[in-house]
């Protein structure tokens, strides 16, 4: 399973270009930066792979799954999964949890025959092809979900926890960790 995860980390996804400008210029600092530069352009993400990553888990919270169209114009952000939050500066983040949670949620929600990949009948790599697919199809049911939410809330999306609200409120529809009647404690930066 390490070595299908490496494989998979390798890998640099897509998103379906529409994306691009109402939801990742508005709301990531691309070519990352310091919290401080974030805060000061206005931005909840310091880098387009956190809200990638966002989007995905919001995607899969809410069992959004929907293959980007074959006529899309998809494109990345030339960043290998591997170097989601690399520690090549010092207040950023290691994400190597937050990779290894993605692997499994991927792993659990793909339709693979781990047996016929231990047996070689499969390729590591025709694998890695159905888990990307898995990510960028969670990804873009998130985004999509994003931009309703932007067209339904435009004056509350600069909240700080707007973003939170978002993730919390889709755990609790689907019986995630909040159960009914439970209090949920968030910390905010000041």
Not at 47 to 75: Q, S, T
Not at 111 to 136: F, Q
Request: charged share 30%.
């Amino acid at each position: 399973m390490e070595d299908l995860f490496n494989d998979w980390k390798i890998t640099t996804p897509k998103y379906d270009k529409r994306f691009r400008e109402p939801i990742f210029d508005t709301f990531s600092k691309k070519g990352g930066g310091s919290e401080q530069a974030k805060k000061s352009l206005g931005k909840h993400f310091s880098n387009n792979y956190e809200l990638y990553m966002y989007a995905f888990f919001l995607g899969l919270y809410n069992d959004k799954y929907v293959e980007i169209p074959e006529d899309a114009e998809r494109v990345d952000f030339s960043h290998a999964i591997q170097y989601w939050g690399s520690k090549s500066k010092l207040d950023r983040n290691d994400f190597t949890n937050l990779q290894e949670y993605m692997f499994m949620a991927l792993v659990a929600k793909t339709d693979i025959d781990m047996v016929e990949l231990e047996k070689g009948k499969v390729t590591s790599s025709s694998v890695v092809k159905k888990l990307r697919n898995t990510l960028e199809s969670f990804t873009n049911g998130g985004l999509i979900l994003i931009q309703e939410l932007i067209e339904d809330n435009k004056g509350s999306l600069f909240e700080n926890t707007f973003f939170l609200k978002q993730i919390l409120d889709s755990k609790e529809e689907v019986g995630g960790a909040v159960g009914e009647g439970e209090e949920i404690e968030t910390e905010t930066a000041e």
